[in-house]
């Protein structure tokens, strides 16, 4: 079920695989762009009236990823059947056209709109993971996912900063950004972008019956393994959600942090996940190989969420988060096992089930941290248990370690040991080299044309 296409590496490879580290860069910058001023937004628009801003943003972010959820399969699957390269520079397209109408409405039901426009067109996440399944041998996609994983962190740290700066000259300033950027990178792919799944590899059609998040699911039955991992990876999603539903919250409960120590953490948060997905995750796959990296991984971050729960103090916090950072291994290894079983022609419909469940995973944990939260706080406990948000998250992260165990255990053993060892340009080297190489993709892909 491989695609043997991807084992010799080529100058087209290379470009594409730093196009779509930069598109998924993008839009987590775009999106994280308007945070600082999409809450000052919604509280204008209601007449200041905090309370039922706080209403209207749980809306928004809720619709939001309700949006994702139903939507990734449907872009999954239309890039099994037409490729991937068009449903990811649709994505571009509308993004940017998305982020210019919220930067003109001026109601409240209009930018709520926007909001549910983002969640759709945003939904490329899917066809991107699928292209690098494409594109990158087996061994190598652990690494691969991880590099696309810094994306997220760079944007989650870097955005927002940037976005309050911005804000500060216009409220609207930061929309404008998120345009240009998106609207740049559709400009750059449409001649950069080659191809990855050839028309013999495509879907015979499009089916809506699996094009829906419940389809996508049932369609992954057929693969036990794969569906369990699936399971691991929406357990991660929904522990990870601690972290934006209720961080900044907590750490000002918690350590008495304000927005500075909130920025030094974040900042923090962003190296150690560079360091880990950019650079160890490679050596750590191929010393265990990626079923125990993966179990590495969610044992360390059940570990690291216990130790962040105990934390007495802010710099008690800061010590254990080296071990915590290593819970970034898991899902890198976690995606690249999935890629294993499927078919070239259902890549898109798995990853987009992945994202699916990923996003309902955000629903849950937008209601679950944020609550339990609150009942800590309206006790104002401050001992043992006003780290229970983050013991919630260990329990999560552990049972996802327990499920990995059972689910990998039974394995076979070239995917269980499967690991970076064999030969072959390092993805980071690859990535640097691409800028010499941008020629190659633009002739292969007026050839394909």
């Given at each position: 079920?491989?695609?043997s296409?991807?084992s010799?590496?080529?100058?087209?490879?290379?470009?594409?695989?730093?196009?779509?580290?930069?598109?998924?860069?993008?839009?987590?910058?775009?999106?994280?762009?308007?945070?600082?001023?999409?809450?000052?937004?919604?509280?204008?628009?209601?007449?200041?009236?905090?309370?039922?801003?706080a209403?209207?943003?749980?809306a928004?972010?809720?619709?939001?990823?309700?949006m994702?959820?139903?939507?990734t399969?449907?872009?999954?699957?239309l890039?099994?059947?037409?490729?991937?390269?068009p449903?990811?520079?649709?994505?571009?397209?509308?993004?940017?056209?998305d982020?210019?109408?919220?930067a003109?409405?001026?109601?409240?039901?209009?930018?709520?709109?926007?909001?549910?426009i983002?969640?759709?067109?945003?939904?490329?996440?899917?066809?991107?993971?699928a292209y690098?399944?494409?594109v990158?041998?087996?061994?190598?996609?652990?690494?691969a996912?991880?590099?696309?994983?810094?994306?997220?962190?760079?944007?989650?740290?870097?955005?927002?900063v940037?976005?309050?700066?911005?804000g500060?000259?216009?409220?609207?300033?930061?929309?404008?950004?998120?345009?240009?950027m998106c609207?740049?990178?559709f400009c750059y792919?449409l001649?950069?972008?080659?191809?990855?799944?050839?028309?013999?590899k495509?879907?015979?059609?499009f089916?809506?019956?699996?094009?829906?998040?419940?389809?996508?699911?049932?369609?992954?039955?057929?693969?036990?393994?794969v569906?369990?991992?699936?399971?691991?990876?929406?357990?991660?999603a929904l522990?990870?959600?601690?972290?934006?539903?209720t961080?900044v919250?907590y750490?000002?409960?918690?350590?008495?942090?304000?927005?500075?120590?909130?920025?030094?953490?974040?900042?923090l948060?962003?190296i150690?996940?560079?360091?880990?997905?950019?650079?160890?995750i490679?050596?750590?796959v191929?010393?265990?190989?990626?079923?125990r990296?993966?179990?590495?991984?969610?044992?360390c971050?059940?570990?690291?969420?216990?130790?962040?729960?105990?934390?007495?103090t802010?710099?008690w916090?800061w010590a254990?988060?080296?071990?915590?950072?290593?819970w970034g291994?898991?899902?890198?290894?976690?995606?690249?096992?999935?890629?294993h079983?499927?078919?070239?022609r259902?890549?898109?419909?798995?990853?987009?089930?992945v994202?699916?469940?990923s996003?309902?995973?955000?629903?849950?944990?937008?209601?679950?941290?944020?609550?339990?939260?609150?009942?800590?706080s309206s006790?104002?406990?401050?001992?043992?248990?006003?780290?229970a948000t983050?013991?919630a998250?260990a329990?999560?992260?552990?049972?996802?370690?327990?499920?990995a165990?059972?689910?990998s255990?039974?394995l076979?053993?070239?995917?269980?040991?499967a690991?970076?060892?064999?030969p072959?340009?390092?993805?980071?080297e690859?990535i640097?080299?691409?800028?010499?190489?941008?020629?190659?993709?633009?002739?292969?892909?007026?050839?394909?044309?």
């Open positions: 079920m491989e695609n296409a991807a010799t590496p080529t100058p087209a490879r290379r470009a594409a695989l730093i196009f779509i580290f930069i598109t998924l860069l993008i839009d987590i910058l775009s999106f994280g762009l308007i945070i600082p001023v999409l809450p000052h937004l919604i509280l204008g628009f209601v007449g200041e009236n905090v309370s039922a801003a209403w209207w943003y749980l928004f972010s809720v619709t939001f990823m309700a994702q959820f139903v939507f399969p449907v872009q999954g699957a890039a099994d059947r037409f490729g991937r390269r449903i990811i520079l649709a994505s571009n397209l509308g993004l940017g056209l982020f210019l109408m919220m003109l409405v001026n109601s409240l039901p209009l930018l709520f709109i926007g909001r549910v983002s969640g759709i067109t945003s939904a490329s996440f899917s066809a991107s993971n690098v399944a494409d990158t041998p087996p061994e190598k996609r652990a690494q996912y991880g590099m696309l994983g810094i994306a997220f962190g760079i944007g989650f740290v870097i955005a927002p940037i976005g309050g700066f911005l500060e000259i216009h409220p609207r300033l930061p929309f404008w950004a998120a345009v240009v609207l740049t990178n792919g001649f950069v972008l080659p191809e990855s799944l050839t028309p013999d495509r879907s015979a059609y089916d809506w019956a699996h094009a829906n998040p419940f389809g996508a699911l049932k369609l992954l039955r057929r693969y036990p393994q569906f369990g991992l699936v399971g691991v990876v929406g357990l991660y522990a990870h959600m601690v972290y934006p539903t961080f919250l750490a000002d409960y918690r350590f008495g942090w304000g927005p500075k120590m909130v920025g030094i953490t974040l900042g948060v962003g150690f996940s560079a360091i880990v997905q950019g650079g160890l490679k050596f750590i191929a010393k265990l190989g990626e079923r990296a993966l179990l590495f991984g969610l044992a971050g059940t570990v690291g969420f216990t130790l962040y729960a105990l934390a007495p802010g710099y916090f254990m988060m080296p071990v915590a950072a290593l291994v898991a899902q890198p290894a976690a995606q690249a096992m999935m890629t079983f499927v078919d070239p259902e890549q898109g419909r798995l990853q987009g089930a994202t699916s469940v996003s309902l995973a955000g629903i849950l944990g937008a209601f679950l941290f944020p609550s339990t939260l609150a009942l800590v006790s104002h406990d401050h001992g043992l248990w006003a780290g983050f013991f998250a329990v999560i992260v552990g049972a996802s370690l327990l499920l165990w059972y689910i255990a039974h076979p053993a070239s995917i269980s040991a690991s970076a060892k064999q072959g340009p390092d993805i980071t690859e640097a080299a691409v800028t010499s190489d941008l020629h190659s993709p633009i002739a292969e892909t007026e050839s394909r044309a």
